[in-house]
Nanobody, 123 residues
């Protein structure tokens, strides 16, 4: 079964950190661009950042620069999202998605999606 699976979400206090993982099952992530998106309650889903097949990254939300880092491990077939100094407004369901071209924050260009993982930032 070809799928993406996110993990690592949970409840964290403001200022805390979480590391999300996106694992591929049934296919190899090598050659695929992976984007992380999030959807907060009552809001549309938005692109957060992306890593290309060659390892280049692109940020789509200015406020996460310096706090969020994306990385990939093609041997483990995973992409990670390290999130530091989390804020309450970043409470959302976080999704990873794959496309076979370069980075984009347009979700319609992504072919494969995970089911999402909930991140809740609250004291």
């Amino acid at each position: 079964q070809v799928q993406l699976v996110e993990s690592g979400g949970g409840l964290v206090q403001p200022g805390g950190s979480l590391r999300l993982s996106c694992a591929a099952s049934g296919f190899t992530l090598d050659g695929w661009t992976i984007g992380w998106f999030r959807q907060a309650p009552g809001k549309e889903r938005e692109g957060v950042l992306c890593i290309s097949s060659r390892g280049g990254s692109a940020y789509y939300v200015d406020s996460v620069k310096g706090r969020f880092t994306i990385s990939r491990d093609n041997v483990k077939n995973t992409v990670s999202l390290q999130m530091n100094i989390l804020k309450p407004e970043e409470t959302a369901v976080y999704y990873c998605a794959a496309r076979y071209r370069g980075c984009s924050d347009y979700e319609g260009l992504y072919l494969k999606w995970g089911q999402g993982t909930q991140v809740t930032v609250s004291s």
